[in-house]
C-alpha cells in the first residue's frame, strides 16, 4: 500500500512566474463580464417594447384583436418572414382591426407595402421561415470596427511572445475543500453521468418510436438545437466538461466493467492497444467530415429517426473500442465531438492541472497508473507534465487517485493555451482549419446563396443532388485552407522562417476566429429556437400527452432580431481581438521579434478575409433548421 501524504494546500490565487496585479485579476474577469454583457444584451432586449404602426387613421379608431396565429401573451408569428416572435417587443402594425407582429422594422416596412396581400397569407400555416440577417448599416459598421482594430491597435497588447504577466494568472478553484472532495468522491461523476444517460436513451426512444413529424418530436431539437449548439457555448466556460458527463463513454464504461463506480479491476475488455497508424486525431477528423456530409446532404436534423440511428451509431463505437482497446483509446483518438471541443477548449477558461511542487518526491505515478481509488488516466495524459486542454477529459480521476493532493481545478484567462509554448501537430492544425471551414460551410447552405450554386452545378455537370452537394462541400471546405497556405507561404518567403512552422503555428491562432463565428451562428438556433424546447418536454414523443402542462405553449425566442444581431456582432469582433491577439504573440515568438512585420502582414490579411466572412454570412437571410416549429 502507497504511503500517503496531508494534501497540499494551494493558495486560492496562484500566479506562478511573476507577480501579475490587476492586469492577471482582469485577464481572470474578462469571459464572465462578457457573459454578463451578453445576458445584459438579452435581459435589455426583452424588456423593450415594439412600437405600433397603423395603416391609416381610420384603423386608430378600430379595436385591435390579436388572431394573426397568436395569443397576444407570449409567442406570435411574422406574417412576412414567417418567424416565431415575441408579441411584448415585437414589431407591431394595425391592419384590417387585427394586430399584426414583426421579427424587425425590415419585415414591418415590407408588410406596410403589402398589407392586404400579407394578412391574407398569414392565415395560411407555414412549414417554414426564414430568418433576417444583418442590416447592411450594421454590417458595415461591424466591418469598419475590423479593419480598425486590425492595424497597429492590437500591436499595443501583444507582449514579447512568451507565457507571462497576465496570461499566468490562476484561481484555484479546489483550494475550497468542499470542492475538491466533490471531485475525489466516486459520486463525481456518476450522478450527473446518470442524468445524461437517461436523457440520451429518451432521445433515442423518442427518435426511433416517437412521431416523424421534426415538430412534434424531441429527438431533433434536444439534439441539434439545444445539445450540439449549447456545447460550443459551455466550452467557454466549462472546458470538455461534456466528457465528463458524456453518455456515450459512461453507457460504454458501466457495459465493459460491469459496474457502475469504482476503478475498472476486473472487466470484459481485451485491451488491446491502439494501432500505432491511428494514433493521432485523423480518425476523429474523418468522423467530423462524415458526419456533417450526413447532417447537411440529407437534412438528418429534421429526421428524428435518423438522429436516433446517428446517437446509436456514436454509441456502437465507444461500445466496441471499450471492449477491445486499453483505456479510452476511442475518447483519444476518435472521437469527433470529445476533438472538436479538445480544440475549442484550448480557449477555455477553465483547466485541470497538476501542482507541480506538490508532486516533487512522488514515486508512485498513480495519477498515471491507477490505483485502488481510481482509474489511471484514461486518454493517457501524464498530469504531472498536462499543459493544454485538448486531451484532459476531466474526468476527474486524477483527483481520486493522487496521493498528494497535487490537482487543481483553476480558473484561467481564456486562451491561455493557445499562448503555451509547445509542439504543434499537423493533426490539430488541420482539424482547426477544418473547423473554420466548416463553421462557414454550414451558415453558406443556409442561405438561398447556396441553393442557387446548388442547383448551376447540377445543371452544369449532371449530377444528382448528392454527388453535386459533395463536390461543393469539398471545393467549399478546401477553399478557405488553400487561401490560408498561400498567405503562410507568403509569409515564410518574406519572414524567411520555415513554411511548417508558419503554417502548423498561425493555424491554431484562427480558432477564435472560427469559435466565435460558430457562437454567432449557433446563436440563431439556440436563442431563436432552443426555448421550443419547454413545449416539447411535456409531450417528447409528439403522443399527445401533456406531462408538464407546456405542450400547448406557445414559446417565443429568447431574444428579438434586433437583440440576436447585436450578440452576433460582439462574438465576432471578440473572436478577432483574441485571433489578432494570438496571432501577433505568435509572429514575435518566431521570429524573435525580428521581422514581426513580414510574418504577421499576410496572417493579417487573413484575419480580416476571415472575419469579413463570418459577418458577410451573417448578413444573408437563413433558413431555421427546425423550420417545421
Not at 505515478?365 to 476531466?394: H, I, Q, S, V
Not at 490539430?428 to 466548416?438: K, N, V
Not at 469559435?515 to 454567432?520: D, K, P, S
Amino acid at each position: 500500500m502507497n504511503p500517503v501524504s496531508a494534501p497540499s494546500r494551494p493558495a486560492a490565487l496562484d500566479l506562478p512566474k511573476k507577480k501579475t496585479g490587476w492586469m492577471g485579476l482582469t485577464a481572470l474577469l474578462l469571459p464572465y463580464a462578457l457573459g454578463l454583457l451578453v445576458l445584459g444584451l438579452i435581459v435589455q432586449d426583452r424588456g423593450r417594447a415594439g412600437s405600433t404602426v397603423y395603416v391609416d387613421a381610420n384603423e386608430m379608431a378600430r379595436t385591435a384583436t390579436t388572431d394573426n396565429g397568436t395569443d397576444g401573451a407570449s409567442g406570435a408569428v411574422d406574417p412576412v418572414c414567417g418567424m416565431s416572435v415575441r408579441a411584448a417587443s415585437a414589431e407591431k402594425v394595425v391592419f384590417d382591426g387585427h394586430l399584426f407582429h414583426f421579427c424587425s422594422s425590415y419585415c414591418r416596412t415590407a408588410f406596410l407595402d403589402k398589407p392586404a396581400d400579407y394578412a391574407k397569407a398569414s392565415l395560411t400555416p407555414r412549414l417554414s421561415h426564414t430568418m433576417r440577417g444583418l442590416p447592411t448599416r450594421m454590417y458595415q459598421w461591424a466591418l469598419v470596427l475590423i479593419l480598425i482594430l486590425s492595424f497597429g491597435v492590437i500591436e499595443l497588447l501583444a507582449g514579447d511572445g512568451r507565457e507571462t504577466g497576465p496570461m499566468a494568472a490562476r484561481w484555484n478553484l479546489t483550494a475550497w475543500a468542499p470542492l475538491r472532495r466533490l471531485l475525489a468522491s466516486n459520486l463525481f461523476p456518476l450522478i450527473p453521468r446518470v442524468v445524461t444517460s437517461v436523457l440520451f436513451l429518451l432521445v433515442i426512444a423518442a427518435g426511433l418510436f416517437g412521431n416523424q413529424n421534426p415538430a412534434m418530436n424531441i429527438a431533433p431539437l434536444l439534439t441539434w438545437t439545444v445539445w450540439w449548439t449549447g456545447l460550443i457555448f459551455a466550452v467557454l466556460y466549462l472546458g470538455k466538461g461534456w466528457c465528463t458527463i458524456c453518455p456515450w463513454d459512461a453507457l460504454a464504461g458501466w457495459a465493459e466493467r460491469l459496474k457502475f463506480r469504482g476503478p475498472r479491476g476486473e472487466s470484459l475488455g481485451l485491451n488491446l492497444p491502439w494501432p500505432k497508424a491511428l494514433r493521432s486525431i485523423w480518425p476523429a477528423v474523418g468522423l467530423f467530415l462524415a458526419l456533417t456530409w450526413v447532417e447537411l446532404g440529407m437534412g438528418i436534423t429534421l429526421i428524428p429517426r435518423a438522429t436516433a440511428w446517428v446517437a446509436l451509431g456514436m454509441l456502437g463505437m465507444a461500445v466496441a473500442s471499450a471492449f477491445l482497446f486499453e483505456r479510452k483509446s476511442f475518447c483519444r483518438y476518435a472521437c469527433l465531438v470529445g476533438r472538436v471541443s479538445g480544440l475549442y477548449a484550448l480557449f477555455s477558461s477553465v483547466e485541470i492541472r497538476a501542482t507541480k511542487e506538490a508532486c516533487f518526491g512522488c514515486g508512485t505515478l498513480d495519477c498515471w497508473k491507477g490505483n485502488a481509488l481510481g482509474d489511471g488516466c484514461p486518454t493517457f495524459e501524464y498530469p504531472r507534465a498536462m499543459k493544454l486542454n485538448t486531451y484532459c477529459t476531466m474526468c476527474t480521476e486524477c483527483f481520486k487517485t493522487c496521493p498528494s493532493g497535487s490537482m487543481s481545478l483553476n480558473l484561467r484567462p481564456w486562451a491561455s493555451d493557445l499562448v503555451v509554448e509547445g509542439k504543434p501537430r499537423l493533426d490539430e492544425a488541420a482539424l482547426a482549419l477544418i473547423l473554420l471551414s466548416m463553421t462557414a460551410f454550414h451558415g453558406l447552405t443556409m442561405t438561398p446563396t447556396w441553393a442557387a450554386l446548388l442547383e448551376a452545378t447540377k445543371a452544369a455537370t449532371g449530377l444528382s443532388f448528392m454527388g453535386a452537394f459533395t463536390a461543393m462541400m469539398a471545393a467549399f471546405l478546401a477553399l478557405p485552407v488553400l487561401v490560408y497556405a498561400a498567405l503562410a507561404w507568403i509569409s515564410a518567403a518574406w519572414a524567411r522562417v520555415k513554411y511548417r512552422d508558419i503554417f502548423l503555428r498561425f493555424a491554431y491562432a484562427l480558432l477564435p476566429i472560427a469559435l466565435f463565428y460558430h457562437l454567432a451562428h449557433n446563436a440563431e438556433h439556440f436563442l431563436m429556437e432552443g426555448p421550443k424546447v419547454l413545449a416539447l418536454i411535456s409531450d417528447p414523443f409528439g403522443w399527445g400527452w401533456n406531462v408538464f402542462g407546456t405542450a400547448r405553449w406557445t414559446v417565443p425566442p429568447l431574444v428579438s432580431l434586433e437583440g440576436l444581431w447585436r450578440i452576433q456582432i460582439l462574438f465576432v469582433l471578440v473572436g478577432h481581438l483574441y485571433g489578432l491577439w494570438i496571432t501577433a504573440r505568435t509572429a514575435r515568438r518566431l521570429t524573435a521579434g525580428r521581422g514581426v512585420l513580414a510574418v504577421q502582414l499576410p496572417m493579417l490579411l487573413a484575419m480580416v478575409a476571415f472575419s469579413w466572412g463570418s459577418l458577410w454570412l451573417l448578413k444573408q437571410p437563413m433558413e431555421m433548421r427546425i423550420s417545421g416549429m
